[in-house]
Antibody, heavy 114, light 107 residues
């Protein structure tokens, strides 16, 4: 059972970037798609993109292309999601997940505030 | 991207009721369909994968059916802990997408 632990809450200024980490324990992330999903306050779930670390291949939802970068470090069993050019509409809880196992991180709250 | 449309968006029901939520894909996705339950301020919990397979530890009152473009999640007898928001998600394409959610409320 892979357990995912995410980095802590962030407060960012508009126009800046945020990088959230997702560290796995109890198994390797290498062979699995690590997805990133966000949820704005009072809104639904939104799949942003994913990475398969062993191949280094990524897929991004059209909405986030050019603004999101998902990476992984197999040596530390950690995935990362970086979102740039932040606006107030990026205020949300960001989750990492291994969808196929139903394993989710605890979520990271990102607040964009001036 | 494949669009997922859930109905209804919200639903009021009573303990003991049988409830059905539907999810429609904009193109055929085979059986690559997951159902999640989410409670406030919690990460989603996987209930059903591959359209009809029950995730371990999930009560048997939850069931899923369908293939192609039309899917349903059924709760056979609502329990108090089932009042939550439910989402479908397709994993057929490399771009996974969620339905907009169905909020299940107590009548």
């Amino acid at each position: 059972q892979v357990h995912l632990v995410q980095s802590g809450a962030e407060v960012k200024k508009p126009g800046s970037s945020v990088k959230v980490s997702c560290k796995a324990s109890g198994g390797s992330i290498s062979n699995h798609v690590i997805s990133w999903v966000r949820q704005a306050p009072g809104q639904g779930l939104e799949w942003m993109g994913g990475i398969t670390p062993i191949f280094g291949s990524t897929n991004y939802a059209e909405k986030f292309k050019g603004r999101v970068t998902i990476t992984a470090d197999e040596s530390t069993n950690t995935a990362f999601m970086e979102l740039s050019s932040l606006t107030f509409e990026d205020t949300a809880v960001y989750y990492c997940a291994i969808i196929v196992f139903g394993n989710w991180g605890q979520g990271t709250r990102v607040t964009v505030s001036s | 991207d494949i669009q997922m449309t859930q109905s209804p968006s919200s639903l009021s029901a009573s303990v003991g009721d049988r409830v059905t939520i539907t999810c429609r894909a904009s193109q055929s996705i085979g059986s690559y369909l997951n159902w999640y339950q989410q409670k406030p301020d919690k990460a989603p919990t996987l209930l059903i994968y591959a359209a009809s397979s029950l995730q371990g530890g999930v009560p048997s009152r939850f069931s899923g059916s369908g293939s192609g473009t039309d899917f349903t999640l059924t709760i056979s007898s609502l329990q108090p802990e089932d009042f939550a928001t439910y989402y479908c998600q397709q994993t057929y394409s490399d771009i996974y997408t969620f339905g907009q959610g169905t909020k299940l409320e107590i009548k």
